[in-house]
């Protein structure tokens, strides 16, 4: 049998989806934000989307984290994309003085790293109001969150508040779960700012 031309589409898991929704709404030449930055993959994402034209800003607290997205975006080849933050996203609004077509957030501790640098809900809800205010018309927040801990399960919870009372006239929200995964499995939201 002959190979189908495109994959076949697979319903896999938050992070599957919250690429699905950037891979869609980043354009080349857009500006984006990833806001937790980790270990650099979701940089590397957006930094291949918006192309040479674009722009990324990403953010971590640990140095780590911008050790392991500088050496990533530099053997890739796109190191130039972007600019790297040592510091909270609470703070994001310091550094992204112009409106951006999405952001990311992807909750939780560095995968393998200190579970105690964790993202807290005080800061979190900080972030994505400012996040909120920084997309152009049409842009994209897209965020998965992590209840199988307790701090994860808080963030989850007080997010669903706050995404819930978004006026509908200037934001659609999306609420994406897997039914049948059990507890604690991650989620994803995708907000987008109306025309
Ligand atoms: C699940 S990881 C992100 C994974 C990353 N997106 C990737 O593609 O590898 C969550 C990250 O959030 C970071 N973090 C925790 N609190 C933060 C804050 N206030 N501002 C920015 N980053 C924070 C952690 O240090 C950790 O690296």
Redesign the pocket.
Known sequence: MEEPAEPIYELKSARYLARDVLRRAVRPGDRAV??????????LFLCEAVGPGGHVFS????AQ?LENTERLLTENGVRGRASLFQ????EMDRFVREKVRAV?F??????G?NHE????WE??RE?VTKALNLLEPMGVLVLCA?PGHDEGARELRELSGLFASLSNREYNVLHQRFLNAGPGAPECFVIQKQR
């Not at 990833?34 to 940089?43: E, L």
């Not at 992807?106 to 995968?111: H, K, R, T, V, Y």
């Open positions: 990833d806001a937790t930055m980790g270990n650099g993959h979701d940089t953010f971590d607290i640990q984290a510091t909270g996203h609470q990311v992807n909750l939780g501790w560095l995968p790293g640098m964790t993202t807290r800061t979190t972030a992590y």
